[in-house]
């Protein structure tokens, strides 16, 4: 008896755990008790332009799914960061420091979504407009999300970020929050099939997928380019499953995404991690 209660309090106390995981999800990171050795030192500008691609389209490819899925809370990366379009999709945790006249009160920390490429400028020192020359890490915001760590008129300021999940391989994992489940767009034609996988949750960042149709066993495709997935198949008139791998090691297996007359052009949408 008494070990079966000492396994009830156990229970218990993890449950409560990952329950306060979720109610302070959105809170400053020092109530976390994180170490500032777990962030990583970057600077941060934004973009004053109204149609930037940023909030638009974004060199991952996302077109329309950028500003439904990720919208203002989105990032440019620079080449160290951005990873040859491997990162895009990746959620960073961002936060304003050491800047007494730019930084908000308090280091408020967002979190955004990596779509598009901050490309350097070799021609230009660091200090004079090359910072997103390699090896920089370096973060462009839009104006929207750089003020909710910043003063506005601050043109460049130095930030520390996180990727998600915080802590990894921890039992309670914080993940990027997205509305409704992972989507599929489908193109390509005849025996080639591309898929760009988009509104990702865990740590938003695809390193791996699979594909099954009701005749056939799983199937891994190749990464083209950022989210971009591909492979010389032809599934057409079967029901399509996906597994997707996020870089936090969770796997998604989510079956019949697509029915059987799905077509070239079209999103299915599958489950969430």
């Known amino acids: 008896m008494g070990v079966r209660l000492q396994a009830t309090a156990m229970c218990l106390i993890l449950l409560s755990s990952c329950l306060l995981v979720v109610v302070w999800a959105g809170d400053d990171d020092d109530d976390w008790g994180f170490s500032d050795e777990e962030w990583r030192s970057a600077t941060a500008t934004f973009t004053k332009e109204t149609n930037d691609s940023i909030t638009t389209e ?9 500003k439904t899925s990720y919208g203002e809370f989105s990032a440019g990366l620079s080449t160290a ?23 908000l009160s308090g280091s408020p920390s967002i979190v955004v979504t990596a779509t ?32 909710e760590i910043a003063e506005r008129r601050a043109e460049i300021v130095p930030v520390q970020y996180r990727r998600l999940p915080d802590r990894p391989g921890a039992m309670c994992r914080v993940s990027c ?34 594909i099954k149709g009701t005749k056939t066993g799983w199937m891994p495709l190749a990464r083209n380019w950022g989210q971009y997935w591909q492979g010389c198949i032809d599934l057409k008139g079967q029901p399509l499953s996906f597994e997707v791998v996020a870089s936090s090691g969770a796997l998604l297996t ?11 052009g079209q999103t299915y949408e599958g489950k969430q991690f």
């Open 58 to 66: 974004g060199a991952c490819g996302y077109g329309n799914f950028h």
């Open 81 to 103: 960061l951005f990873n040859k379009g491997s990162t895009c999709g990746g959620c960073f945790k961002v936060r304003c420091v050491d800047h007494i006249l730019y930084c």
């Open 116 to 147: 598009d490429f901050c490309p350097p400028n070799y021609g230009l020192s660091t200090e004079y407009g090359g910072r997103c020359n390699f090896p920089q890490e370096h973060i462009e915001l839009s104006e929207a999300a750089f003020v």
């Open 177 to 210: 929050y997205r509305r409704g489940g992972v989507r599929f767009t489908l193109t390509g034609n005849g025996n080639y099939l591309q898929v760009l996988i988009t509104n990702v949750g865990s740590d938003g960042e695809v390193v791996g997928v699979k």
């Open 254 to 264: 989510t079956y019949n995404v697509a029915p059987a007359n799905w077509q070239f």
